[in-house]
Structure formats: structure tokens, C-alpha cells
């Protein structure tokens, strides 16, 4: 299994970032995708899932209205559009799969918002 994020950078409040998570090793069609993140000196957080199909999409109050998470199962993707940034959105981030009740992460992306 392995996940592979990208797409984090440096931007500034009100601006917006698209990552990526491209996954290989195990049918990603048949699984629950998430996208967590964690801040400095913080506990890490779930931002969104996304059901395996698409169809059904969860996400943290703290990002309601400004991420945005979708897939797409024919290029083994997950994304995650995150618009309105702010800087307490500055966190690496990070997606995840449950496969056989063991979490599999990638090494994450760093997003930075500053002015």
C-alpha cells in the first residue's frame, strides 16, 4: 500500500490549494478515503472522508463551506480543494486508508498559510 500526497505549498489567507493523494497497492475503489491533518503542538484532526464510490462525503465543521474532497476511482486519486484558507489551516496533511483494520498513511504535505 502506498499513498503519496501532493500539491501543499505556501499561500496566502483567502487564497486557495487542490492536493492530491495518489494511492496504489490495493483497490481503491473499494475503500472509505480521509484526509487528517495536524498543526504544530496540535492533535491531529480529521478534515473529511469520502465513501468509496463518491456518492457520500463528510466533512469537519472547521472546514464546512471551504474543503471540498472527491475522487477519482479511475486514476486512484482522493483531492482535497480547499478554498477561503486561513492561517489556522496550517497543518501538514495527510490521507489515509483503513484496509483490514490497519491504518495505511502517506509521508503528508505541507500546507502553510501566511501573508
Known amino acids: 500500500v502506498q499513498l503519496v500526497e501532493s500539491g501543499g505549498g505556501l499561500v496566502q489567507p483567502g487564497g486557495s490549494l487542490r492536493l492530491s493523494c495518489a494511492a496504489s497497492?490495493?483497490?481503491?475503489?473499494?475503500?472509505?478515503m480521509r484526509w487528517y491533518r495536524q498543526a504544530p503542538g496540535k492533535e491531529r484532526e480529521l478534515v473529511a472522508r469520502i465513501s468509496s464510490s463518491g456518492g457520500n462525503t463528510v466533512s469537519a465543521s472547521s472546514v464546512k463551506g471551504r474543503f471540498t474532497i472527491s475522487r477519482n476511482n479511475a486514476k486512484n486519486t482522493v483531492y482535497l480543494q480547499m478554498n477561503s484558507l486561513k492561517p489556522e489551516d496550517t497543518a501538514v496533511y495527510s490521507c489515509?486508508?483503513?484496509?483490514?483494520?490497519?491504518?495505511?498513511w502517506g509521508q503528508g504535505t505541507q500546507v502553510t498559510v501566511s501573508s
Open positions: 497497492g490495493f483497490t481503491f475503489s473499494d475503500y472509505i
Open positions: 489515509n486508508v483503513i484496509l483490514r483494520s490497519r491504518d495505511y
